[in-house]
């Protein structure tokens, strides 16, 4: 089953502008990662946020957590027509053997 | 390159037919996880393997069995191939401990069953 839910499903924006993306979840978790698929490849990690902290950059990604809403959103700034991919959020929940558990993903396309 | 292979790359197989799907670790990875996923949906996990013994099912039936092997490559075995198995096999490794959260994917195994 499906515990993160992307938001929206689909995003088209123009080159260099911000992308922004929601996943909710609906159980506690030790991390939240953000993973990255272009057109049905593997999947390649962006980013990993852990419960107890709030906030996290790499480049141009930006990464935000709330446990208290169970919501996690990623910020990609100044986009590139290279961005043009699926995203996936996927939640590491406590208690499990560590399996990720993804949402069905946001598919954005970046117009050059 | 996440130092994750897996092969073969394409397979097609008919209804009913077994297949054996495999995976080579990154370096130094014990852990190997494996998921399937269908067109247009996310990744869902199959199963986990560590230190050659399975430690995680999914929602899978029996038919999908798997082998970790000493050298830390892995097998993923489907029997009594259905329609529905057509998918994106993935496998990711990473090595267990406190600190070593993410996990590294291969770029996938398409099946298609007909």
């Known amino acids: 089953s499906q515990q993160g839910e992307e938001d929206p499903q689909a995003l088209s924006i123009q080159e260099g502008e911000n992308a922004t993306m929601n996943c909710s979840y609906k159980?506690?978790?030790?991390?939240l990662q953000w993973y990255r698929q272009n057109s049905g490849r593997g999947l390649v990690h962006l980013i990993l946020?852990?419960?107890?902290?709030r906030e996290k950059h790499s480049g141009r990604l930006r990464v935000t957590l709330d446990t208290s809403k169970k919501s996690s959103s990623l910020l990609i700034t100044a986009s590139r027509a290279a961005d043009t991919a699926s995203y996936f959020c996927?939640?590491?929940?406590?208690?499990?053997?560590?399996?990720?558990?993804f949402g069905s993903g946001t598919q954005l396309t970046v117009l050059p | 390159e996440t130092g994750v292979t897996q092969s073969p790359t394409h397979l097609i197989k008919t209804r009913g037919q077994q297949v054996t799907l495999r995976c080579s670790s990154q370096?130094?990875?014990?852990?190997v996880s494996w998921y399937q996923q269908a067109l247009g949906q996310g990744p869902q996990f199959i199963f986990q393997?560590?230190?050659?013994?399975?430690?995680g099912r999914g929602n899978f039936p029996p038919r999908f069995s798997g082998l970790q092997f000493p050298n830390y490559s892995s097998e993923l075995n489907v029997n009594a191939l259905e329609l529905d198995d057509s998918a994106l096999y993935l496998c990711?490794?990473?090595?267990?401990?406190?600190?070593?959260?993410?996990?590294?994917f291969g770029p996938g195994t398409r099946l298609t069953v007909l």
């Open positions: 990711a490794s990473r090595l267990d401990g406190p600190s070593t959260d993410t996990q590294y």
């Open positions: 159980t506690s978790i030790n991390n």
């Open positions: 946020i852990r419960s107890n902290e």
């Open positions: 996927a939640t590491d929940q406590m208690g499990s053997a560590r399996q990720l558990t």
């Open positions: 370096s130094g990875h014990n852990t």
């Open positions: 393997y560590y230190r050659e013994e399975e430690n």
